[in-house]
């Protein structure tokens, strides 16, 4: 009897008319009859399945938040005021160290004395400079000589440049029209001097800088961690790094520590 026939005949008896004989012989079959299943049963082939490239999206096109543009209008208009009001900054502190550079090198230029502002009788309060009202100029490269105009206006001239607190400048009045200024060559402790007041400058312009960015960052009570908060950062921290270039060019080209 085949197997497929054993399993019929054993379908087809009741439990009562199933002799010990047939019992027996089904036990011993069984094992028969699992293998014959197994190899009969088709194999399972597992297949392991990858994202397709032509369906894989590109992060190549993603911007992160960090780079991401300021979206809102009234962001970019805050950004560009703060914008402007740190260049201006950073503008002044430059001018402010080329003059204490000039004046630390030993070099004699009509620019020391351009922190000079005159009061003139019937301009009111309004100041004016220097080069306006008479002309500067430079003798054996250690001596300022300083021309009027119009001979009313020289002790005016003479009271601006006592005003101005300029280091080492001390007026010497020569005839109706004219002032010498000899100007003597700095000593190191000059030059060290004149580095800590750029240092201080540099201190007072990183803390407008600040002020600036605060400022700003209160009007629009941006969220934390948002585009506009790194965007403003990012803008005080590129003006703040110039002020430092700016600062550690002068100690180099001075040779103060």
């Not at 392991?48 to 032509?54: E, N, Q, T």
Request: aromatic share 6%.
């Amino acid at each position: 009897m085949s197997l497929p026939s054993a399993v019929r005949f054993a379908a087809s008896c009741s439990s009562r008319a199933v002799s010990r004989t047939s019992l027996q012989f089904l036990s011993s079959t069984q094992s028969s009859f699992t293998q014959y299943v197994i190899s009969r049963s088709p194999k399972t082939s597992y297949i392991r399945l990858y994202a397709s490239k032509s369906k894989a999206k590109s992060t190549a096109d993603l911007v992160p938040g960090s780079k991401q543009a300021l979206t809102s209008e009234v962001a970019r208009l805050e950004y560009g005021k703060s914008e402007a009001k740190m260049n201006a900054a950073v503008e002044w502190y430059r001018k402010e160290v080329a003059g204490l550079e000039t004046r630390a090198s030993g070099r004699v230029t009509p620019a020391l004395l351009s922190p000079v502002r005159i009061e003139l009788t019937g301009k009111g309060k309004d100041l004016v400079k220097l080069e306006e009202v008479a002309t500067i100029g430079v003798r054996e490269g250690s001596t300022l000589i300083i021309t009027v105009f119009e001979e009313h206006n020289l002790k005016a001239v003479e009271q601006a440049l006592y005003a101005a607190k300029l280091p080492n400048i001390v007026p010497q009045r020569q005839d109706s029209r004219t002032i010498k200024i000899p100007i003597p060559r700095p000593t190191v402790e000059a030059r060290n001097a004149l580095t800590a007041t750029a240092q201080r400058m540099a201190e007072d312009t990183r803390v407008q800088l600040r002020k600036i960015q605060q400022a700003s960052v209160k009007k629009g009570d941006y969220k934390k961690h948002s585009v506009e908060l790194e965007e403003f950062q990012k803008l005080a921290d590129r003006n703040t790094a110039e002020v430092d270039k700016i600062l550690t060019h002068m100690k180099k080209s001075t040779g103060a520590r």
